[in-house]
């Protein structure tokens, strides 16, 4: 089974628009964490938001905010007020057990969402 | 900027051949991860090192190795490459702590892109 899923491969979306991207995610630690991150064309990951499972409260950072259902095991991105300078890959992951795991920075990916942001 | 700096950025190599690709971490990160990434997917998990040991692996076969030397520089060695080796080969570095409450400290660098023809 995928650990991360994003259903949607490409959005399209008016600029100063919100837009959310889907990310489901399935794991069966107690300890985790849920990361977007966004792919310019330059092909470096830019780190934008987290979300850590004990985390009551929604991630925010910005025009970016994290909505955190862990009970559907759901960790949606929410832009607000897209900008043109938006328009990227952007990737789910999850990092398990880093609790746990002395060192342990390893990240599952989910497949992307391309986001354009239309003038 | 994250302060990760890999090379080369492009490089075209033939099936069979060896590749090694190389990274360069800030200063004090003692964890470097390295990912492939293929046209349209995202970045699956090659292996990580920690204080110049291997200490995490993905499904990768053995002709993928790793070193990380105590200068926070590493390397990705790909033998007998294959067609399908062509991809973005990102290279992440971190404090590595297991209480690293700050996640926002996996820095990627700008990837490698490898074709293999």
């Known amino acids: 089974a995928q650990k991360i899923t994003q259903t949607q491969p490409g959005m399209f979306v008016q600029e100063k628009e919100a837009v959310t991207l889907d990310c489901t995610y399935d794991t069966s630690d107690q300890s985790y964490g849920l990361f977007w991150y966004k792919q310019p064309s330059s092909g470096e990951m830019i780190f934008l938001i987290y979300?850590?499972?004990?985390?009551?409260q929604n991630a925010t950072e910005g025009r970016y905010s994290l909505n955190f259902q862990k009970a559907r095991k759901s960790a949606n991105l929410v832009i607000s007020a897209s900008q043109l300078g938006d328009s990227a890959m952007y990737f789910c992951a999850m990092r398990e057990g880093f609790l746990a795991n002395f060192g342990n920075e390893k990240l599952t990916f989910g497949t992307g969402t391309r986001l354009t942001i239309i003038p | 900027e994250t302060g990760v700096t890999q090379s080369p950025t492009h490089l075209i190599k033939t099936r069979g051949q060896q590749v090694t690709l190389r990274c360069s971490s800030q200063s004090g990160h003692n964890t470097v991860s390295w990912y492939q990434q293929a046209l349209g997917q995202g970045p699956q998990f090659i292996f990580q090192y920690y204080r110049e040991e291997e200490n995490g692996r993905g499904n990768f076969p053995p002709r993928f190795s790793g070193l990380q030397f105590p200068n926070y520089s590493s390397e990705l060695n790909v033998n007998a490459l294959e067609l399908d080796d062509s991809a973005l080969y990102l290279c992440a570095s971190s404090l590595g702590t297991s209480l690293n409450l700050d996640p926002g400290e996996l820095f990627f660098g700008e990837g490698s892109r490898l074709t293999v023809l």
């Open positions: 979300q850590g499972s004990y985390d009551e």
